[in-house]
């Protein structure tokens, strides 16, 4: 299964509207966080695809082994099938917000002008977006927000046309692919799934704000 960027998108704490959404979301994001850090260990999931089981601490929602079939029932009770029509709607609302310049912001800063790992953090975003992805950047330059790296304002072209020659390379790959219209899904999540920096750098933000253990109660 892949953790997609678009199912922590939608989970996103600081995007839900009131304290109630909040609080729900953020234990959401807490359980996909977990399930993410349990399938990136490679031994864990060496127990879990010889078992089909995985025995974890008791906390909640992942305190008992589960078999396939159960870790599927209790998956689609949390998150909804994302459909082709979703991940249009959340790449119409995500491209060109505040959300996506606040990302690239950030990346711009982590990797202090690194366009390669910037292109390859911000989702959703293809070599045919690069114009639009420096236009911010330099936006944010110019109204001081940012630094001016010099990996940067220096970079070798050569490179620009590297990461052009990739771009052009995945999409004739992801044509191949789509068979059909449901296809289009699987072919986003694969090429998403190769990012994993991206989704490190993601969980990475998100852990540190959400994922502190919670205090427990004292016994009356």
């Known amino acids: 299964a892949v953790v997609s960027t678009q199912s922590t998108g939608e989970l996103h704490p600081d995007r839900q509207e009131n304290e109630e959404d909040k609080e729900k979301f953020t234990e ?4 996909l966080h977990k399930a993410y850090q349990l399938l990136s260990d490679k ?3 060496a127990e879990y695809d ?3 089981t995985l025995e974890m601490e008791d906390d909640g929602l992942l305190g008992k082994a589960r078999t396939p079939d159960e870790w599927s029932a209790l998956w689609r009770s949390l998150f909804k099938p994302v459909t082709k029509e979703d991940v249009v709607k959340f790449e119409g609302e995500y491209k060109g917000s505040e959300a996506e310049r606040g990302d690239v912001k950030r ?3 982590q990797f202090k002008g690194d366009m390669d790992k910037v292109m390859e953090s911000v989702m959703l975003v293809t070599f045919e977006d690069e114009d639009r992805i420096r236009g911010i950047i330099n936006q944010l330059i110019e109204d001081k927000e940012v630094s001016k790296y010099k990996a940067y304002t220096k970079e070798d072209p050569k490179k620009r046309k ?3 020659k990739t771009g052009k390379k995945e999409a004739r790959e992801a044509a191949d692919t789509l068979n059909d219209q449901s296809s289009l899904i699987n072919a986003i999540a694969n090429r998403q799934a190769q990012r994993g920096k991206q989704m490190e750098s993601l969980f990475a933000n998100l852990e540190e704000k959400y994922c502190q253990p919670s205090k427990k109660r004292k016994r009356k």
Request: aromatic share 24%.
């Open 50 to 52: 010889e078992h089909g």
């Open 107 to 109: 990346f711009y800063t």
């Open 28 to 31: 959401k994001f807490q359980y």
């Open 43 to 45: 031994d864990r999931r």
């Open 162 to 164: 590297r990461r052009e």
